[in-house]
């Protein structure tokens, strides 16, 4: 499995994005697929994690509320809607995918394959 990550961009605060992480190759539904995010002189950190057939999800408390992931197997494409964008979550955001079965996979260490990051920035 192969990843993608588009759909970062520009946004004013309070504003929404919707980035999709496109896989190639086989077994992708069988993937547990987290979004992580690295700001700026931060460590990376998780953002939201989504089980083989999107029965489970997790986020980050932060993200709670304002962030929905979701997955199309079809398309073998997970998505992470963020609303109420704040400057604070401007950041690489990076997609990540884990051949295990579903724990609640929230530490980078878990995933083993890694899409290049897409940059969402959050103006004031």
């Known amino acids: 499995v192969q990843l993608q990550a588009s759909g970062g961009g520009l946004v004013q605060a309070g504003g929404s994005l919707r980035l999709s992480c496109e896989a190639s190759g086989r077994s992708f539904s069988t993937h547990t697929v987290g979004w992580f995010r690295q700001a700026p002189g931060k460590e990376r950190e998780f953002v939201a994690a989504?089980?083989?057939?999107?029965?489970?999800?997790r986020y980050r408390d932060s993200m709670k509320g304002r962030s929905a992931i979701s997955r199309d197997n079809a398309k073998s494409t997970v998505y992470l809607q963020m609303n109420s964008l704040k400057p604070e979550d401007t950041a690489v955001y990076y997609c990540?995918?884990?051949?295990?079965?579903?724990?609640?996979?929230?530490?980078?260490?878990?995933?083993?394959?890694w899409g290049q990051g897409t940059l969402v920035t959050v103006s004031s």
């Open positions: 990540a995918a884990d051949s295990s079965p579903w724990r609640g996979q929230s530490i980078d260490r878990e995933y083993g394959i």
């Open positions: 989504i089980s083989f057939y999107g029965r489970f999800t």
